[in-house]
Every structure is written in C-alpha cells, then in structure tokens.
C-alpha cells in the first residue's frame, strides 16, 4: 500500500488544524505499519513458512504435464531390494511326499529360494577372563586386559556411540533414550550415564576437531556464514555457523556480533570469500563478500508487491536470470556476458532511483532522512553491486546462503523438541557434535561410522591426514 500521495494531500491541505493534521498522520503511520507487517510472509520476508497466516499449498503444482507414466522412466539407474550371496541362516523346508501323487517316482532336483531380511537387536556382554600363572615361589603374572576393559564392569563402545548417535545426531530426547534401550536391548542406562557418555566424546572432538576445523575454514577460499538465536538456561545466546566446502564449525555465545566471531577465531584469520545476509559485523573483516541473494530476492518481492516497485520487479528476474546463466555455462561467464549484465543491472538502478527517489527533508528536522525500504534496498543495490554479483564473475562462490543456513537449520529442530539447553556446556556439546558429523558428511563418511570411530578413540581418515 502506497500512502505518499495521501501524506502529500494532507500536507499540502490548508483548511486543516495542526492538531487535526497530528491526528491523520498518526492515522497514516497506524495503517501503513500494519499493511506492511500484514503483507509480510515466507515469500517477501525472513518469516519462515511455519509462521505464514493460514498457509496452503498452491493450487495448481509445479509439475508439468508431461504426459508420463508416475514412477521411475525406462532408463533411469534405480535401487532394487538384492538377494545376498551368503545369507546369516538357512532353512530347508522338505516337501511333503503325502501330497505327491502315488504311483510314481519322485527324485529331488535343487529348490526355490526366497530371501527375509530381519532385524535381530540384543544385548551382547563380552567377559574377559585373564589368565593367571604362579610360579613355585608363589609369585603371580596375569594376562593384559585390553585397552577398553579398564573396570569390573563398563559400558562397551558400541552402547556409548548408539547412545550419542541416538542423542546428538537423531535428536532422541534423554528419557525416550532410556525407555528404548530399557525396552531394546534390556539394558539401564541412567540419565547421568547419557549426559557423560556425550561430554566424554565432546571432550576428544574439543581438544582435535575444533582447533582443526577453525584453521581448515580459515584457510578456504569461500566460506558461508550465518547466525541463530538459542535458549541457554531461560538466557538468550547466539549460536555462530560457517562452513566451507568440506568443513563445518557451530559455536555458541552470548553475543551476535563482532566480539562473538573475534572469539570463534575463524573470521579474523580468513582471506576467502565471505558468503552471507548482509549482517553488518561481518563487514568489519578482511575479506570479500557474497550477499545471499535469496534475502534479496524476497526484499525484492516485498518492494513491488507492497511499495508498487516495478524496478524491483525486473531486478528480481534479472537475478534469476544471471544465476541460470551461470548454472547454464558450468559456472563461469564470459566476459561479454557479464558487461552485458552489468549494464542491465545499472540500469535497472537508474530506473530504481526515479520510482523510488531520496525523501525530502524536513524543515526543522537535523539527521538523515527516514527512507523507504524499497529506497534502502536499492541503495544497498547499488552501493554493493560487486559483493551482490560476485557469484557472477567467480565460479567457487554461490549465488545463495544455502549452506551457511543449512547448517544451523536443525538448531531450530532440537530447540522444537526440547526447548532449551539447561547449560552452556550442553549447547557447546551439541554444537561440536552437529559440526563434527557435517564434516564427516561433507567428506563422505556417514553419521554412524563418524561416532563409532569417535567412541573407539579413532578419527575418520580426513581428520588423520592432518595429525600425521
């Protein structure tokens, strides 16, 4: 909704008191911010789609008629359930002769086989019995214990790395954790046991995996940032997420800003590409900048959709069409190609700067004008044109924060389920594991098989090749 033209009415109108003139701007204003924040959703804004008002799926699909049958199409490289060559249990299962016709003569000549997958899950104590030799002097020598059997009794890894992998990774709350093991496998695990199986395996991946990742981000050449608030103890905090290609590190504070990121220690060390929303504390580094264009993009829609921008409109296809562009060309353009956009997209500044001029000033009022937002974002555009199009002109950089908000998306999740940390040290924990197994992901180590060798004391060969 457009309201200059009614404020420029009211001013301009003579016949009414200040008083009464008071009153309807106070009027405007009223409607104007209540149109804009009715107007707001997943599309134009950060609103998330959870909070959009009476939400619902559109009405026509995204899928073209095509004319194909659903399901896979002939050509396609599917996955199909395979009979294993050497299967756990064999059951033989003679025929009934009463059922052969008499009369005749019946000879074996092989069987039919099928195959039935079960899952058998059972609780498996190993008891080591250490020899002991004594000599005639009465002197005894005993058998070495192996190196995980420290105790009478004990918890071996395999439990410990179910446990955390159940906890960290699947975001299985500690009580529901209990009941299953209780029910599964018929052993009682207390909370307290939970809690210090992921502090003790949080410990190892503290003192090698974050030192690690810290210099291993530190030295790429582009990196994704972003930022989430947490619920630590009923206190809000900040949880810090950037990430490179093949490393992830997540970090608790309870600051947002430029003191959070000095402390993490990667930003101030790093040189790459910064790719991320525009936060400004991130300008405070030495490093170049990607803008996520994704941000841009909904600003974009909010800006034609409620402030009637028509050059917000172009710039929104305008972006997509450089961003195909380059996906098109395996992610580099020719340099005729990126003039050519760069012109379009000055132009559309130009166009931008007529529709959506400054505000004048007003008599009597000292600072910088109030601008509009459309107004502020096509001076963003304008002012950061390399760091919005840099996706543009260097292959490695992306043309969104995808990444930098994947990997914080599922904070979010494990905040829904259970709705706080009860301490730093707890998120801190969390946080480790979380980017310990994006790691091992990006480096194509699954979740379980990153634990497992985590709670045997070993490390993935991605982390070994850089303690050698």
Excluded at 54 to 63: C, D, G, I, L
Excluded at 308 to 337: F, P, Y
Excluded at 440 to 465: D, M, T, Y
């Amino acid at each position: 909704m457009r309201l200059t033209s009614h404020r420029l009415a009211l001013k301009q109108d003579q016949l009414i008191s200040a008083s009464t003139r008071a009153v309807f701007q106070i009027m405007l204003l009223v409607v104007e911010l209540m149109a804009n924040k009715l107007g707001l959703n997943s599309r134009n804004s950060s609103i998330p789609p959870s909070q959009d008002i009476n939400r619902k799926k559109p009405a026509t699909s995204k899928r073209t008629v095509t004319g194909k049958k659903p399901g896979g199409q002939p050509g396609h490289i599917g996955s199909t359930l395979e009979p294993v060559d050497h299967p756990d249990e064999v059951v033989t299962l003679p025929l009934d002769k009463r059922s052969l016709p008499k009369g005749e003569c019946w000879e074996s000549v092989g069987y039919e086989a099928r195959q039935v997958i079960e899952l058998h899950i059972q609780r498996k104590v190993v008891e080591y019995q250490a020899q002991i030799m004594r000599n005639q002097r009465g002197q005894q020598r005993t058998a070495t214990f192996p190196a995980d059997a420290k105790r009478p009794i004990q918890y071996g890894h395999s439990v410990i790395a179910h446990a955390v992998y159940l906890s960290m990774y699947q975001l299985i709350p500690y009580e529901r954790l209990q009941n299953q093991f209780q029910d599964m496998f018929g052993i009682d695990l207390s909370m307290g046991t939970l809690v210090n199986f992921n502090q003790q395996l949080a410990q190892r991946l503290h003192r090698v995996f974050k030192p690690l990742a810290i210099e291993q981000i530190a030295l790429a050449d582009v990196a994704c940032a972003d930022e989430t608030g947490v619920n630590i103890n009923a206190s809000r905090h900040w949880v810090h997420g950037i990430s490179s290609t093949h490393w992830a590190l997540l970090t608790p504070h309870k600051q947002r800003g430029v003191q959070a990121m000095k402390d993490i220690g990667v930003l101030p060390r790093f040189k790459g590409v910064l790719v991320h929303d525009h936060w400004s504390a991130y300008l405070q580094f030495e490093c170049q900048h990607q803008y996520c264009n994704a941000h841009y993009l909904r600003e974009l829609i909010r800006a034609h959709e409620q402030d009637d921008c028509r050059w917000a409109k172009l710039m929104h296809a305008l972006l997509l069409k450089i961003n195909q562009a380059v996906t098109d060309a395996g992610g580099e353009l020719s340099e005729s190609a990126i003039k050519g956009y760069r012109k379009r997209y000055r132009s559309l500044i130009t166009r931008g700067e007529k529709e959506s001029p400054v505000s004048p000033s007003e008599a009597g009022k000292r600072g910088r004008p109030k601008q509009s937002k459309a107004r502020n974002l096509l001076d963003r555009l304008r002012i950061y044109e390399d760091d919005t199009l840099r996706f543009m002109t260097d292959a490695k950089v992306p043309f969104t924060n995808n990444q930098g908000e994947r990997e914080i998306r599922m904070l979010k999740v494990q905040q829904k389920i259970s709705g706080c940390f009860r301490s730093a040290g707890n998120a801190e924990n969390y946080c480790l594991f979380r980017s310990y197994l994006s790691s091992c992901l990006k480096h194509g180590v699954s979740a379980s098989e990153g634990i497992n060798l985590l709670a045997r004391n070993e490390w993935p060969e991605f982390i070994k090749q850089h303690l050698r």
